[in-house]
């Protein structure tokens, strides 16, 4: 990859969290202008953005995976990164119990660390 194709890649990785952030700011004007958006009446609305927010680590192991073509510790810790965010997104939509589901993250924390040990598919040559 040269010079030009790496910034090419570095200026469009930003592109879906910025339509996101466009989006939520055009839902906000239109409920303000009077146009109603049914989703933004929904209870618990904002919990889809913390949902939503998982799309970047998920982005980031998709595009890991396709440079190296093999599942690495930096692909496992991104997904296991929007588990984690996506664990978090349910327990408010569901309204699960954070009292009954506290073990889930400590689990995750040991999948996380299992992840940082796990073989590289290059000498550490990370996102």
Known sequence: MNIRESRRASRTGGVVPALLVIAVGAFFLLDN???????????????????AAALAPLT?????????????????????NAAAIVMVALMFLLHLS????????????????????????????AP
């Open 33 to 51: 202008l009077g146009i109603h958006i049914g989703f933004l009446y929904l209870q618990d609305w904002w919990a889809w953005l913390i949902m």
């Open 98 to 125: 954070w009292r009954q589901w506290w073990p889930v993250f400590v689990i995750y924390g040991g999948l996380c660390m299992l992840a940082r040990n796990w073989k590289s598919a290059t000498d550490d040559t």
């Open 60 to 80: 980031t192991a998709v595009q890991r995976y396709r440079k190296v073509g093999v599942v690495d510790g930096v692909v496992l810790q991104s997904v296991f």
